[in-house]
C-alpha cells in the first residue's frame, strides 16, 4: 500500500508545525521540505477545513498547528486526507465497469480486507504528539535520561563489604575456626593422646 502525496505532504506539514514554536507560512514548509508550494496550498487548506491547523490571515498571519490535533492518531489523518483506502477495486460498490468473477468465492478478498485492517490498527495506535516525542523545547530537553542500568536494583550488599569499600576498618578479627585438635578435645574430654583434661 502506498499513501497519496496528499497524505504525505499532510504529515510532512502537521510534523514541520509541531517542532515550530511561532507561525509559519507555506513557503516555510514548502522550502524546508523541498516540495511544491502550489500542492502544498490546497493540503493546507484542507488540514483547516478539517481542523488539524489554524490559519491566522493578514499582515504576521501564518498558520500553526491546533492543539487538538496533538491527539488525533496518524489513523485518524490518514483516513481523513486519502480519497480511496480500497486495495483492489473488489472493495469498492459493484458495478458494471467494477465487477470481479471471482466475488463470492475469493479468499483473497478477506486476507487483504485483513492486512489493511492491521495497517490501520497499527497507524491508529500513534498520536501526532507521540511522533513529536522528541521535538521539545531545549530546557524541557535538558536532564540527562536515566539508563536502564540506573534502573536495575542493586545487589545487596553485607556490612563488611561496604566498610571494605568505604576504606574504612571492619572491627575486630574474625574468630579463626577450632582446629581438629579443640574439637576432639571439647567432645571426649582427653586430648588426642589419651591423657584427661581437668
Excluded: W
Aim: proline share 7%; net charge positive.
Amino acid at each position: 500500500m502506498r499513501l497519496t502525496l496528499k497524505t504525505d505532504y499532510a504529515l510532512r506539514t502537521l510534523l514541520f508545525l509541531g517542532q515550530q514554536q511561532s507561525l509559519v507560512s507555506i513557503a516555510q514548509i514548502a522550502q524546508a521540505h523541498a516540495i511544491s508550494e502550489h500542492h502544498l496550498i490546497k493540503v493546507v487548506h484542507a488540514l483547516g477545513r478539517l481542523g488539524f491547523v489554524d490559519t491566522l490571515r493578514g499582515k504576521g498571519g501564518g498558520i500553526r498547528l491546533a492543539p487538538a490535533a496533538l491527539q488525533a492518531t496518524v489513523g485518524q489523518i490518514v483516513r481523513a486526507m486519502e480519497d480511496d483506502l480500497n486495495l483492489v477495486a473488489c472493495f469498492g460498490p459493484q458495478s458494471e465497469d467494477n465487477r470481479c468473477l471471482l466475488t463470492g468465492s475469493c479468499r483473497l478478498q478477506g486476507v487483504l480486507h485483513s492486512a489493511l485492517q492491521a495497517f490501520m490498527a497499527e497507524l491508529d495506535g500513534h498520536t501526532l504528539a507521540d511522533l513529536l516525542g522528541a521535538a521539545v523545547p531545549a530546557k524541557a530537553n535538558s536532564t540527562q535520561p536515566i539508563s536502564i542500568n540506573r534502573l536495575r536494583p542493586a545487589a545487596p550488599v553485607a556490612a563488611g563489604d561496604h566498610a571494605r569499600q568505604q576504606g574504612k576498618p571492619i572491627g575486630p578479627a574474625p574468630t579463626p575456626a577450632p582446629s581438629r585438635r579443640q574439637l576432639q578435645k571439647s567432645d571426649t574430654g582427653q586430648a588426642p593422646n589419651g591423657e584427661h583434661t581437668p
